[in-house]
């Protein structure tokens, strides 16, 4: 069964910094491209950026650019989030999701419904003075 783990939530003020980590259990993520999602209270979730599991492509939503980084360890099994300059409106719950295929997890980031191989169960961000 292909587990993913998240970590590394937490409360955080507004302009600070979190690491978030997303491990998997059963299967090695070394061969799946991985991506962010987060939602908010009484909001849909959107996407936030994944990442290919070869070349390391990334790809980030508007919201994002700039101030979050995606990057993988493939000898730790483990993809993180490097988020910086938080905003209020970045809380929520992030979860992590492997997928074969880069594209379909752009796709999915983009808001394309999409069946992706493996979820998480995700970790709270919280954003507050």
């Known amino acids: 069964q292909l587990q993913l783990v998240e970590s590394g939530g937490g409360l955080v003020q507004p302009g600070g910094s979190l690491r978030l980590s997303c491990v998997a259990s059963?299967?090695?993520?070394?061969?799946?491209?991985v991506g962010w999602f987060r939602q908010a209270p009484g909001k849909e979730r959107e996407g936030v950026s994944c990442i290919s599991h070869g070349d390391q492509k990334t790809y980030y939503a508007d919201s994002v650019k700039g101030r979050f980084t995606i990057s993988r360890d493939n000898g730790k099994n483990t993809v993180y989030l490097q988020m910086n300059n938080l905003k209020a409106e970045d809380a929520g719950v992030y979860y992590c999701?492997?997928?074969?295929?880069?594209?379909?997890?752009?796709?999915?980031?983009?808001?394309?419904?999409?069946?992706?191989?493996?979820w998480g169960q995700g970790t709270l961000v919280t954003v507050s003075s």
């Open positions: 059963g299967f090695t993520l070394n061969y799946h491209a």
């Open positions: 999701a492997a997928n074969n295929f880069f594209t379909a997890l752009v796709d999915a980031i983009k808001g394309t419904p999409v069946n992706l191989d493996a």
